[in-house]
Structures are given as C-alpha cells and as structure tokens.
C-alpha cells in the first residue's frame, strides 16, 4: 500500500519551521485545503473512531461477550447490527473491536517504524561493514514469506494472547521494509550540502542524524508510519481469521473468523458478517488516502505549490 516515490528526497527546511503558532496555523489549514486527499482520508478516520468512542456511550460494552443478548436476532431497533450465535451485540462489538484492532496495528506500526529507522539510520549514515551487515539482514528476512513466519510465531505462543503480545508479533517483522525505504531517503540526504557542512563543522554523528536529518524526514517518516499500520492491521486480521488470534477479545479480525467458522454466509446470516466488513473497508480506504495525501508533503517532486 505504499505510495511513496522513494527516488524523491526531501529538501530541507520545506514544512514550515519559522513563525508564530497563528502562521503555522494558517498555512497548515491552507495546505489542508489543498490536498483534499488528505482531508477526506482525515475524515473517514477520525468518523470511524468518534463513532466507535461515542458508541461506547450509548451502547452497553458488557453485550459484546457471549450470552448477552438473543442469538441470531436480524436487525432491529434494539439490536441495529443484529446478534451473532454466540449470543453478541455486534454494535457492542463493533464499537469494542474497531478501537482495539487499530490500537494492536497502532503499536505495531509505531515498533517497526521505530526499529526500522533506527536501523536505517545507523547503517545509511555509517555505512561501511555496519551498513553491509544491516542491509543483508534486512535482504534476508524480506525474502521469508512474513506471513508464514507470523503464523509460525503464533503458533508457537498459542495461549490467550494480549492486544499488546498480539502487536509484537506483527511487529516482529514490521520493520524490514521501512529499513529498507527510509535508508534510501537517508543515503540521499547525507550527501546534501548542508550535512556535509554540518560534519565538517565537527558535530558528531548522532547530532548530525537528530539535528539535520530527522527533522527533514519527519514528514516520510509519518507516511511511512501510516503505511506500516495499515499493514500491521492487515496481518492481525489475517492472523485472527486464521483462529491465531485473541480467542476471547471481540475484534474485527475474529468477528470474521467466528463468522466462517459458523458458516454465516452461506446460511443467509448477512447481518452478522456486513458490519466488520464495512468497518474493515472504511478503515484501509482511510489509511490508504491518508498515505496518499502524506505522499504530497514527503515528495518533493509532487508537491503543490502555495
């Protein structure tokens, strides 16, 4: 789902970085009229989540265990989304799954995004033997089908699994490819200029990677944290509709599973598998215009002018 042009490096000092917070207001909110993309990728997110939260109001969050309501009740006024065999809410469960299902690829992301760069850093700014043993890590890995590996893993720790042992073991593999992506981006600004200037002037390495590189990658670094959770979401669902998943938690991934392994579809029981399906859809369209409109602030080369 990645849609960052990797050939694209970053000039520096692009974002604002001067002013008073009222003009970096005002040129955030005129940038954001100008990458609808963004916006609406903003909107369906942040809808998906403030139904989910405010849901939570309304609805009784102790329905989405079993035995809670009526079993197989179609959709009503008193159940919107219907009930599931095993006696659920699926609103409960809806507004208890979306949250958690996110939050599990929300730290994924954030761990690979983060192992990732710190070995993108070390190996694109060193190079050398470090830089070569890095990258050949990283080839190797990239070559074992993931998915197998995860299946692996979580087969291995079969027991009832956390949210957080969930997310690391998609995390576990979550930070090959943005090692890969954001070493690209550093080898290209460490010949900038301005980095040369700064080791000539004797600053150390670690200064010249926090105080001249990061800064001016923070923008791919958010695009590529956007790409990294849609996957990490991807490989939890797959993994829960596997039956490797969090058996007792009311997820989207093991709403679908429960699903095939009670045979809805085929016995006309559409209520039940609808509701995480548009919930799945809704979230991945998000994230995808999300990494679609970030792709404009890390690109250069597509960059709209003020």
């Known amino acids: 789902m990645s849609t960052i042009v990797e050939s694209g490096a970053l000039q520096p000092h692009e974002l604002p970085t001067e002013?008073?917070?009222r003009d970096i207001t005002n040129r955030t909110?005129?940038?954001?009229?100008?990458?609808?993309?963004?916006?609406?990728?903003?909107?369906?997110?942040?809808?998906?989540?403030?139904?989910?939260?405010?849901?939570s109001l309304f609805v009784n969050l102790d329905d989405a265990r079993p035995i809670s309501v009526r079993p197989l009740q179609p959709p009503s006024w008193?159940?919107?989304?219907?009930?599931?065999?095993?006696?659920?809410?699926?609103?409960?469960?809806?507004?208890v799954g979306t949250p958690l299902t996110l939050r599990i690829g929300l730290i994924a992301g954030?761990?690979?995004?983060?192992?990732?760069?710190?070995i993108a850093f070390v190996g694109a700014y060193y190079r050398g033997w470090v830089d070569a043993l890095l990258r050949g890590i990283v080839d190797i890995f990239l070559t074992i089908p993931q998915l197998m590996v995860l299946i692996v893993i979580a087969m291995v720790v079969r027991h009832a699994l956390t949210p957080t042992e969930m997310a690391l073991i998609?995390?576990?593999?979550?930070?090959?490819?943005p090692a890969r992506t954001i070493r690209s981006q550093v080898l290209t600004i460490r010949e900038r200029s301005y980095v040369q200037i700064a080791r000539l002037s004797g600053s150390s390495g670690l200064a010249v990677i926090f105080k001249e590189i990061l800064p001016n990658l923070l923008p791919y670094l958010a695009a590529s944290l956007v790409n990294a959770t849609s996957a990490?979401?991807?490989?939890?669902?797959?993994?829960e509709v596997l039956g490797l998943g969090m058996m007792d938690e009311a997820t989207v991934g093991?709403?679908?599973?429960?699903?095939?392994?009670?045979?809805?579809?085929?016995?006309?029981w559409w209520w039940w598998w609808l509701p995480p399906i548009v919930v799945i859809c809704i979230l991945f369209v998000s994230l995808f215009l999300i990494g679609v409109g970030l792709d404009e602030v890390a690109n250069p080369r597509i960059r709209r002018k003020v």
């Open 232 to 239: 990490a979401v991807l490989a939890t669902i797959g993994l």
């Open 78 to 95: 008193t159940l919107p989304f219907g009930s599931d065999k095993q006696g659920r809410n699926l609103l409960a469960v809806m507004v």
């Open 110 to 118: 954030f761990i690979g995004i983060g192992f990732g760069s710190l």
């Open 19 to 21: 002013g008073s917070l």
């Open 29 to 55: 909110i005129s940038y954001l009229r100008r990458n609808p993309v963004l916006v609406a990728g903003l909107i369906m997110f942040f809808l998906l989540f403030f139904l989910a939260f405010i849901g």
């Open 254 to 268: 093991m709403t679908i599973f429960w699903v095939n392994y009670n045979a809805a579809v085929i016995n006309g």
């Open 170 to 177: 998609v995390a576990s593999l979550a930070w090959l490819y």
